[in-house]
């Protein structure tokens, strides 16, 4: 089984930034996508960002030039640098992992319990 434990959200003031973490631990055989995903309320779950086991990106266009997505392998570990935020930021953000238990395993998906981020003056 795989555990993903996120830290990192909080209240920040419209244009300021937070920097989210999300480390994946447990029965880890290999980790391909992992990602950032946010929920508003009275909104659908969408995705912000993605990185690829190599390193390859993809972003919302309403993120794009203000987040960056980035991980650590050695740590199994991804990162959401969120830079100028604004209020339509605000919502829960979920770690998301797709990842193998073992060599012989299946691909899944792994998710984060959610951390909140509010952008409020």
């Known amino acids: 089984q795989v555990q993903l434990v996120e830290s990192g959200g909080g209240l920040v003031q419209p244009g300021g930034s937070l920097r989210l973490s999300c480390a994946a631990s447990?029965?880890?055989?290999?980790?391909?996508?992992m990602a950032w995903y946010r929920q508003a309320p009275g909104k659908q779950r969408e995705l912000v960002a993605i990185?690829?086991?190599?390193?390859?990106?993809n972003y919302i266009d309403s993120v794009k030039g203000r987040f960056t997505i980035s991980r650590d392998n050695a740590k199994n570990t991804v990162y959401l640098q969120m830079n100028s935020l604004n209020s339509e930021d605000t919502a829960a953000y979920y770690c998301?992992?797709?990842?193998?238990?073992?060599?012989?395993?299946?691909?899944?998906?792994?998710w984060g319990q959610g951390t909140q981020v509010t952008v409020s003056s």
């Open positions: 998301n992992v797709r990842g193998k238990s073992t060599p012989w395993g299946v691909e899944r998906n792994y």
């Open positions: 990185i690829s086991s190599r390193g390859s990106t």
């Open positions: 447990g029965s880890i055989f290999s980790i391909s996508a």
